[in-house]
């Protein structure tokens, strides 16, 4: 993710015929480490548990997109980030200073950062789906970006309106962009109330979300009242019953599984089997 960065940095400095020898040097500097992360065995361990035939380089570009889009969906219908948006809009139209053309053009290209930072993800496990650790890489990414492509919106978007629109923009837009925050949040509140923001409140304040930690918390220390290297078996209905917006604590059927192996581990422990009901 920072090398596409820095390629952009490098690209615009190109344009702008900004560059120096320095910049190259740090770039290349930037390169060789991704090199040495991406090439380190511990990113492919999983890869033969998920896919053992070959590496798929081409279709890990289809996987990519795939997982940033996923991340794009969930951020852009399932947050409030485009009250935030709207916001860093308002911020680039009262940015005095224009912006130009490469510049704008290098900031488009960033919205491309998290298909980029997905890809070694996708190859390295073959698959589509973004772990927490991923998510949030993303996650930060796709703001980031955004951010910067709305303030440039803004920016372009005050030439307009003064070339235009100089009425509207002398006298309005201080109400009109305050307000299109307001719509959006009402229609976040009261259009969609599955909306994880929505939810997520919702859940803190009736305390879902502590109820569930203590459940959590006493299943936990139950393993605690076993002997040491005991087999334990235990219905799938003593676990914590797993609720919406968390990363609910699971246990596989299978005791050979590396959760149910890490879990036994800790607690000194033999096996752990999951049996369904």
């Known amino acids: 993710?920072?090398?596409?960065?820095?390629?952009?940095?490098?690209?615009?400095?190109?344009?702008?015929?900004?560059?120096?020898?320095?910049?190259?040097?740090?770039?290349?500097?930037?390169?060789?480490?991704?090199?040495?992360?991406?090439?380190?065995?511990?990113?492919?361990?999983?890869?033969?548990?998920?896919?053992?035939?070959?590496?798929?380089?081409?279709?890990?570009?289809?996987?990519?997109?795939?997982?940033?889009?996923?991340?794009?969906?969930?951020l852009f219908?399932?947050?409030?980030?485009?009250?935030?948006?709207l916001a860093v809009i308002m911020c680039g139209i009262y940015h005095k200073k224009q912006i130009d053309d490469s510049t704008f053009f290098i900031g488009a290209l960033g919205v491309l950062t998290p298909v980029v930072a997905s890809y070694p993800v996708a190859l390295g496990y073959s698959w589509n789906r973004a772990s927490n650790r991923v998510a949030f890489t993303l996650d930060v990414s796709i703001v980031?970006?955004?951010?910067?492509?709305?303030?440039?919106?803004?920016?372009?978007?005050?030439?307009?309106?003064?070339?235009n629109c100089?009425?509207?923009?002398?006298?309005?837009?201080?109400?009109?962009?305050?307000?299109?925050?307001?719509?959006?949040?009402?229609?976040?509140?009261?259009?969609?109330?599955?909306?994880?923001?929505?939810?997520?409140?919702?859940?803190?304040?009736?305390?879902?979300?502590?109820?569930?930690?203590?459940?959590?918390?006493?299943?936990m220390s139950s393993f605690e009242d076993y002997k040491n290297g005991s087999d334990i078996i235990i219905n799938r209905s003593e676990l914590p019953f797993p609720i919406d917006?968390?990363?609910n604590f699971w246990l596989s059927n299978d005791p050979k599984h590396y959760i149910n192996m890490a879990v036994a581990e800790y607690y000194s422990l033999k096996s752990i089997t999951i049996i369904e009901d």
């Not at 770039?27 to 991406?38: K, Q, Y």
């Not at 219908?77 to 948006?85: A, E, N, R």
């Not at 980031?144 to 070339?163: D, H, Y």
């Open 245 to 247: 917006n968390c990363n």
């Open 144 to 163: 980031l970006s955004t951010f910067i492509v709305c303030f440039f919106i803004g920016n372009r978007l005050r030439l307009f309106l003064e070339k």
């Open 166 to 219: 100089e009425v509207l923009f002398s006298n309005k837009i201080k109400t009109i962009m305050p307000l299109l925050c307001w719509m959006y949040l009402v229609c976040v509140v009261c259009v969609t109330p599955n909306n994880t923001f929505v939810t997520t409140h919702k859940m803190l304040t009736s305390g879902t979300y502590e109820d569930h930690y203590y459940d959590t918390k006493r299943f």
């Open 77 to 85: 219908f399932k947050t409030t980030l485009v009250l935030v948006l």
């Open 1 to 74: 993710m920072l090398c596409y960065a820095g390629a952009l940095i490098l690209l615009n400095k190109f344009i702008t015929k900004t560059i120096r020898k320095m910049d190259v040097y740090i770039f290349i500097t930037w390169i060789l480490g991704a090199m040495v992360n991406v090439l380190c065995p511990g990113n492919y361990v999983r890869h033969g548990e998920i896919e053992d035939t070959e590496y798929h380089f081409v279709l890990a570009i289809k996987w990519a997109f795939e997982m940033a889009f996923s991340r794009w969906h969930f």
